[in-house]
C-alpha cells in the first residue's frame, strides 16, 4: 500500500485576510452607526436630551382689578398656591442629614416628607403621609395657600418631591354690592358672568413662563441654560359706578320687593348728559365670593328681562306728537274712559270715570290711554315705529352685558300691524323692552333730545399707570330740543298734584317722570310690572332713576309702588352728587281746559 500523503501546510495570509474583512465589517459597521449616532441622529437625540432635563413652569398672569368711578375696589386678585407632591419620586426621599423635627429624626419615604410638611400645612401626619404613597406623580395637597405658607415649604428645600404652583384668588371686597353686575370667574381665573366676562380679555393679561435645565433629583441646575418670559398683567378696568349710590339703589329696591310683596324688583341711574349708568341694580343681589349656588351666574334682569314698557312708553308718543306738529301741549281734548277707533278697536282707560277735558299735558299726567289712542291717531303708522326704533327699542343697549335681550318688536313692516297694535304701541303695549332701553327713553329727553349710549365702561388703566379713557360714541339727536325740554315740562305734570306720580316728589327739586303699570302674561293669567321712571332736577337734568317692580302684591300701580322708591334714590343720587336745588318752579302748561 502506498503511504498517505503529509497535511497540507495551512495558509496563515487567507485567515488572516478573514479576519482583517471582519474587522473592517465590524469597524464599519461602527463607523456607520457613529455617523447615524453624530450626524445623523446626534441633533434629536440631543434635543431628546435636552426636553427630558428641561421643564417649563407657566407663570399666571396677574388679573386687572375693577374699579367703580373713584376707585373703590369692586373685585381684585391675590396670589396663592397650590401645594402638589410627587408620591412616585417620594419614594426615593432620604431623611439622612436633616435637622430632627420635634427633637425625632427624619424618616425616609413618606413618613419624612410628612413630618417636615404637616406642622406647615396644619393636617395630622399621618393622614398627610397617606397621600404620599403610591405611583402617582401630581397629588394636590392643599389649595389656594397664602404666600407665607409657600416660602415656608420652599424653604425645606423638597422640591424634587413637594412643589408650589403660582395660582391666583379672585376676591370681590365690595361683597353684594353690585355682585349681579361685577359677575366671577372661573378656576382657570377666565371672566364666565358680568363685567368679569364682558372685560375679559382686558383683565386677564397674558400668562409667562419659566424654562430651565434640572438635575435628576428635580432641582434648577444653576450653570445650564435658561429662559424665562415675563407674564403681562391685565388692565385695571374702571366703571362708570359710583360705589354709594350703587348700594343705596340695592337697599332701596330689596326694601320696596320685601314690602310691596314683588317677585323682584330693578333700579338704574343714568346720567342724563353722558349716558353713563351710575348704578344698576337687582333685588337680591348675590355675592360673587359666595359660588355655593349658581345665583351668581344669573347676570342682571336689567338687560336679561323683557317687558311692556307700560304708560311710560307714552313719553315717546308725546315726543312723537309734538316732534311732528300734530299736537301743542296745551291741545283740548275731551276724553272718555271708553273709546272706540274707526277700525273697530275698543280701548279703556285705568279706571271707570266721566268724561274729562284735558290738554295734551294733562293726557299725560293723568296716563289716560284713551287719551293717549286718541292723540296717536294723527301720526302715521311709519313714524309710531320710527320713533320706537330712534329711541332704542329693539337693538342693543350698548352696555355689552351677557344675556342681554333686545326686546320684541312688531314686524318691520307696518302692513303687518294689527289692527290693535297700531294704537297699543302708543301707550307701551304689543313690544316688549329691557330696562336699560324704557331708561335711556327718559334720559334721551333730558339730554336736550338726543340720545347717548349707554356705558358702564370709564376706562382702563395698565399696569405701569397709563390710563386709557373709554372712547365716547357721540349722541344722536332723536327730537329737536324744543319738543325735548317741552315733554320734560310735560312730564312734570305728571309728579304734582292732580298726576298719577306725587309720591316722586324730591324735596328741593323739580321732578319730572312717568308712571307705568304694564300687563305681562303669567301662565295661565296675567301678572303686572309696576314702575316709574324721572328725571331730576326738572329745570337741568343731571340723572335719570328708572324703578321696576315685578308682581307686586300691595298695588299693581307704578304711581304707588315705585314713585316712592324712586324719590329714595333719586334724593340720595342728588345729594351724593352735590347737584344744587331748584331755583324756581315756573312751569306754565296747563292739564285741563
Same mark, same amino acid.
Given at each position: ?103 425625632? /429624626? ?36 392643599? /389649595? ?31 361683597? @353684594? ?200 291717531? /294723527? ?193 340720595? @343720587? ?20
Amino acid at each position: 500500500m502506498a503511504r498517505p500523503l503529509p497535511p497540507r501546510p495551512g495558509r496563515p495570509e487567507v485567515r488572516q485576510r478573514w479576519l482583517v474583512g471582519l474587522a473592517a465589517v465590524v469597524v464599519l459597521v461602527f463607523l456607520v452607526r457613529l455617523v447615524q449616532v453624530q450626524l445623523i441622529q446626534g441633533p434629536s437625540l440631543a434635543a431628546e436630551a435636552e426636553a427630558a432635563r428641561t421643564a417649563t413652569a407657566v407663570t399666571p398672569a396677574h388679573r386687572g382689578d375693577i374699579t367703580d368711578a373713584n376707585g373703590v375696589t369692586l373685585a381684585t386678585s391675590v396670589d396663592r398656591y397650590w401645594v402638589v407632591a410627587d408620591p412616585k419620586a417620594i419614594k426615593d426621599f432620604r431623611g439622612t442629614g436633616r435637622p430632627p423635627v420635634d427633637g425625632r /429624626k427624619v424618616e425616609d419615604g413618606a413618613l419624612g416628607i410628612a413630618q417636615l410638611l404637616a406642622p406647615i400645612l396644619d393636617l395630622p401626619k399621618n393622614e398627610l403621609a397617606a397621600r404620599l404613597v403610591g405611583d402617582s406623580r401630581y397629588e394636590v395637597l392643599a /389649595k389656594n395657600v397664602v404666600p407665607e405658607v409657600q416660602r415656608a415649604i420652599s424653604n425645606l428645600e423638597i422640591r424634587a418631591y413637594i412643589r408650589t404652583d403660582l395660582t391666583s384668588r379672585r376676591t370681590y371686597p365690595s361683597r @353684594t354690592v353690585a355682585g349681579s353686575l361685577v359677575g366671577f370667574v372661573n378656576h382657570e381665573q377666565v371672566g364666565r358672568g358680568g363685567i368679569e366676562a364682558a372685560y375679559d380679555d382686558v383683565l386677564s393679561g397674558t400668562a409667562g413662563s419659566d424654562t430651565y435645565e434640572r438635575s435628576l433629583d428635580g432641582l434648577r441646575i444653576p450653570a445650564a441654560g435658561q429662559e424665562s418670559v415675563p407674564a403681562v398683567p391685565g388692565d385695571d378696568v374702571q366703571l362708570t359706578l359710583v360705589h354709594d349710590i350703587q348700594w343705596k339703589a340695592q337697599d332701596a329696591i330689596d326694601e320696596a320687593k320685601r314690602t310691596s310683596g314683588s317677585d323682584y324688583g330693578i333700579a338704574i341711574v343714568q346720567d342724563t348728559r353722558t349716558g353713563e349708568i351710575v348704578a344698576l341694580a337687582d333685588s337680591g343681589a348675590v355675592d360673587p365670593n359666595d359660588r355655593s349656588t349658581a345665583a351668581v351666574a344669573g347676570g342682571s334682569r336689567a338687560v336679561k328681562d323683557v317687558f311692556d314698557p307700560g304708560s311710560t312708553g307714552k313719553v315717546i308718543t308725546m315726543a312723537a306728537a309734538l316732534e311732528g306738529d300734530y299736537w301743542e301741549p296745551d291741545s283740548r281734548f275731551t276724553v272718555p274712559d271708553t273709546y272706540t277707533t274707526p277700525n273697530g278697536q275698543t280701548f279703556h282707560d285705568s279706571h271707570d270715570h266721566p268724561v274729562q277735558r284735558l290738554t295734551l299735558t294733562g293726557v299725560l299726567a293723568q296716563s289716560s290711554n284713551t287719551g293717549t289712542v286718541m292723540v296717536g291717531e /294723527k301720526i302715521p303708522l311709519a313714524e309710531r315705529q320710527e320713533y320706537l326704533q330712534e329711541f332704542g327699542f329693539g337693538e342693543p343697549t350698548g352696555l355689552g352685558l351677557p344675556g342681554e335681550s333686545v326686546g320684541i318688536m312688531p314686524p318691520d313692516d307696518v302692513a303687518d300691524w294689527d289692527g290693535r297694535t297700531q294704537y297699543t304701541v302708543l301707550f307701551g303695549q304689543g313690544l316688549s323692552v329691557n330696562a336699560m332701553q324704557a331708561t335711556s327713553v327718559f334720559s334721551t329727553v333730558a339730554n336736550d333730545g338726543v340720545r347717548m349710549t349707554p356705558t358702564l365702561f370709564e376706562g382702563t388703566t395698565s399696569p405701569d399707570g397709563t390710563v386709557t379713557p373709554a372712547e365716547r360714541e357721540p349722541g344722536e339727536r332723536v327730537v329737536s330740543e324744543e319738543t325735548a325740554d317741552t315733554v320734560v315740562e310735560m312730564m312734570e305734570a305728571v309728579t304734582e298734584d292732580g298726576g298719577t306720580g306725587t309720591n316722586a316728589k324730591v324735596p328741593g327739586y323739580r321732578v319730572a317722570g312717568k308712571t307705568g303699570t304694564a300687563q305681562m302674561p303669567a301662565g295661565d293669567g296675567w301678572t303686572y310690572m309696576a314702575s316709574f321712571i324721572g328725571v331730576a332736577p326738572a329745570d337741568d337734568p343731571r340723572y335719570t332713576v328708572s324703578v321696576f317692580l315685578k308682581s307686586p302684591s300691595s298695588s299693581i300701580f307704578g304711581g304707588e309702588v315705585a314713585a316712592p322708591v324712586f324719590s329714595d334714590i333719586m334724593g340720595f @343720587t342728588l345729594g351724593k352728587m352735590d347737584v344744587p336745588p331748584s331755583k324756581n318752579n315756573d312751569r306754565q302748561l296747563e292739564t285741563e281746559w
